[in-house]
């Protein structure tokens, strides 16, 4: 059996029963370990995700030192490592050599990759995924791709929200995202349908995030089309009911950046120690697991979920 079968399979069981993935972003390296140590507490599925803007912007030294750091926390019943947002074209639109960086994750262990060249033009999107798919699959890894634009990461203020979500710009059409799926044959697909990313450039990277909303109809539409779990990126202040709806509706994989890495600069920049900062992500993580998705158990119930099928 490939490395990949069995979170496949554990991924597709959680978009068919509405249950949720949670994906943390790290941002510094002590992250690593109440992320996992969060998850195995609370037996639930979930991801450390490590992406380029951690490393060229934050303090991630690189992709491989990464999994070598999550190895030791890891538990691959409850724990799976990500490789987020390797754009092609970056938030700042420059060219990103792509290709060692999504070698480097294949060779370093890391269980599933995502290419974005949502920048790009649809043609070449696909083409580029495609390439991706290639050389993760014949070493047993996923890959994630983007279609639609996700906003937030970019230098400057975002366009107001509401006109940002009535005029649906950047929304992830459902019959590209159709055709996109069946020639690239990627696992499973970030779309855009209301959510932003978090700042993480200037005085607004410390600004309470807009709350976003959803487009339930837009989720439905795009699971139905596409027939692969869809991964929601900005994950971080959106109101609950929307996400608990969109987790019925075919969303399996939530990226949070914001909400952990913002209680963890607060208390480092208050004179905090490193393992007062990782209690408090263990917390703000555990209180993610129970209060908000209610995910708690997940890892086992999924397990059962694949192995009676
Ligand atoms: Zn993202």
Excluded at 100 to 125: K, W
Excluded at 260 to 283: A, C, H, M, T
């Amino acid at each position: 059996m490939k490395r990949s079968d069995r979170l496949a399979r554990l991924v597709r069981a959680a978009a068919r029963n509405g249950i949720v993935i949670p994906a943390f972003n790290v941002f510094y390296m002590p992250l690593i370990k109440p992320i996992c140590d969060a998850l195995k507490a609370h037996d639930t599925l979930g991801m450390v995700e490590i992406s380029r803007i951690e490393i060229q912007k934050f303090e991630v030294p690189s992709i491989s030192a990464a999994a070598e750091e999550y190895r030791k926390y890891a538990d691959p019943k409850v724990t799976a490592l990500h490789l987020d947002h390797i754009p092609v074209i970056d938030e700042d639109g420059l060219e990103v050599n792509w290709h060692p960086l999504i070698e480097e994750g294949i060779q370093s262990g890391y269980d599933s990759v995502m290419i974005d060249a949502s920048r790009l033009p649809f043609e070449e999107n696909v083409e580029i995924t495609a390439e991706v798919v290639r050389m993760a699959h014949t070493e047993g890894v996923l890959v994630e791709a983007e279609l639609g634009s996700v906003l937030g990461h970019e230098t400057g203020p975002l366009p107001p929200y509401e006109e940002l979500f009535e005029s649906k710009a950047g929304f992830t059409d459902p019959e590209q995202a159709r055709e996109f799926v069946k020639r690239t044959n990627v696992d499973w697909l970030s779309v855009s349908v209301g959510s932003v990313h978090g700042a993480i450039a200037g005085a607004a990277k410390n600004e309470a995030k807009v709350e976003a909303r959803l487009d339930i109809e837009r989720i439905r539409q795009l699971r139905d089309a596409t027939g692969v779990p869809l991964v929601l990126h900005g994950g971080s202040g959106i109101r609950l009911e929307y996400v608990r709806e969109a987790i019925a509706n075919g969303i399996a994989k939530i990226n949070i950046a914001t909400d952990i890495r913002q209680p963890y600069d607060r208390v480092l920049s208050s004179g905090g120690s490193i393992e007062e900062g990782q209690k408090v992500v263990f917390e703000t993580i555990s209180d993610i697991i129970v209060n908000r998705y209610g995910i708690q158990g997940s890892a086992s119930r999924l397990e059962r979920l694949i192995t009676s099928q």
